[in-house]
């Protein structure tokens, strides 16, 4: 799932950010999230969600021979995650599949992914399609959302950013974090809807509370600049780092700038170094912090590379 907008750009200067080129939203759709749980809940999803799968298990058996299709789909769920017993994909299918038929649009979204997965058969993305199709029209956000990825680009259906950005909407509204960014990045560049920066940087506060990291960055780089949002360099900085702490080369570049230039936090030289050598190994390297780095004593520089080298061991330990 590759991004084919967002590069990283060249360092700027701290008086004006500029914002990473825009990000194209995933080529293909991630793996299906938990089933969602009814407002209704039964004995089954609460059991489901407490993780005593076996006794969802159970109690979802129960309730699927009454033909009830959330329990369907919650016997595919476990199934497919191998939740308590083996993972099945062939049995997680088969569930879908009948809850599908009822009408479930979770089960019709967990089948799309299986599609596109090629889990229990071969791997048919013009099936996956439909299935987004039947699923975003029962409202299904994560649906929506991949739909419009597909019109965005143009292969299961002939390009049509209109109806990309109708779908990016639907899921927007609904909560959807990545269908809020890759709206805002439709508004910024004026495809599928007039061209907002306003509305742009709105969606991207949507999408960086809700913790979609490179709407982070640019909401973050907005707030610096205050384009389309008052000025507030305290706060950018404050979303800088969450961004930053979260693994974003951008934003833990930009952090270094701002721990450099004392702008929206206090000046701090080990910081600003540390989170610089952070960026390098992330692929984004700043030659003006390289020699700012170059001019600080040892005794900062040693600080800095072991608080780095400590940063970074840890992200890789936490990798799975």
């Given at each position: 799932m590759n991004g084919v907008w967002r590069n990283l750009l060249a360092a700027c200067a701290i008086i004006a950010f500029t914002a990473p080129a825009l990000a194209q939203p995933k080529k293909q759709p991630p793996a299906p999230p938990a089933v969602t749980v009814p407002d209704n809940a039964d004995i089954a999803y609460g059991a489901f969600q407490r993780g005593m799968y076996l006794t969802a298990l159970a109690e979802a058996s129960k309730r699927a021979q009454q033909s009830d299709p959330r329990a369907m789909t919650l016997?595919?769920?476990?199934?497919?995650?191998g939740l308590g017993v083996g993972r099945d994909d062939g049995k997680a299918a088969q569930w879908y599949k009948q809850a599908a038929a009822a009408g479930d649009r979770d089960a019709m979204f967990a089948l799309a992914m299986f599609a596109f997965e090629g889990r229990a058969g071969?791997?048919?993305?013009?099936?996956?399609a439909r299935l987004l199709e039947s699923a975003a029209n029962l409202g299904h956000a994560a649906a929506s959302y991949d739909l419009g990825l597909l019109y965005l680009q143009g292969q299961q259906f002939p390009q049509n950013f209109n109806r990309a950005a109708e779908l990016f909407r639907n899921a927007a509204n609904a909560g959807n974090a990545e269908a809020q960014y890759a709206l805002a990045t439709m508004y910024k560049e004026g495809r599928g809807v007039p061209k907002d920066p306003r509305q742009a940087t709105l969606l991207m506060g949507k999408a960086s509370i809700a913790g979609n990291v490179d709407a982070m960055v640019e909401f973050a780089i907005a707030q610096f600049n205050g384009d389309g949002v008052d000025k507030d360099e305290s706060a950018a900085a404050g979303t800088f780092l969450i961004a930053a702490r979260r693994g974003s080369p951008i934003a833990q570049n930009r952090l270094a700038r701002i721990l450099m230039a004392g702008r929206g936090m206090p000046a701090n030289p080990t910081e600003?170094?540390?989170w610089h050598i952070v960026a390098k190994a992330g692929g984004a390297s700043d030659p003006e912090l390289d020699l700012y780095a170059s001019k600080q004593t040892a005794e900062i520089r040693d600080a800095a590379e072991k608080a780095a080298s400590k940063w970074l061991s840890t992200r890789a330990a936490l990798r799975p």
């Open positions: 016997l595919g769920e476990i199934y497919a995650q071969a791997r048919n993305v013009d099936e996956a600003a170094i540390k």
